[in-house]
């Protein structure tokens, strides 16, 4: 079990890592069924009159219906909002940098911890 174990925890920071590159961004149209048939996304979230977001998965457009996969459709009439997940720079720059930058920090932050005295002048005592 513990064999796994970093590579678990490799994986859930690599897809929490994935998953901040991405932003949310919502379409200025009166038309989200022209919208969705020209961009062809692969995924879209809409907000309905009564304020309830609903992501939906490979959307297209059947006459005035939006259909997603699942057998989800709803009147394209409905959508308030229409948002779009786009590729965001200042997000990936910043996940970058803090990477970049806090992984040395944090070692050399544990470092001191454990070995206070080594920075200055001396090795590790040993633990």
């Known amino acids: ?16 890592h994935l998953t901040a ?18 961009t062809q996304p692969d995924r879209v979230r809409v907000t309905m009159p009564d304020g309830t977001q609903v992501e939906l998965e490979n959307p297209s457009v059947e006459g005035d219906e939006l259909v997603a996969s699942g057998g989800f459709s709803m009147p394209s009439a409905d959508v308030v909002i229409l948002e779009s997940r786009k590729f965001s720079m200042d997000r990936t720059v910043l996940l970058v940098l803090g990477t970049v930058v806090g992984a040395p920090v944090l070692i050399l932050g544990i ?17």
């Not at 079990?1 to 929490?16: D, E, K, N």
């Not at 470092?111 to 633990?127: E, L, Q, T």
């Open 111 to 127: 470092y001191m911890i454990v070995c206070p005295g080594a920075i200055i002048g001396g090795g590790c005592s040993g633990y």
């Open 21 to 38: 590159c991405y932003t949310w961004q919502g379409v200025a149209t009166t038309s989200p069924a022209g919208v969705i048939e020209a």
């Open 1 to 16: 079990m513990t064999r796994y174990r970093p590579r678990s925890v490799l994986l859930l920071f690599l897809l929490l």
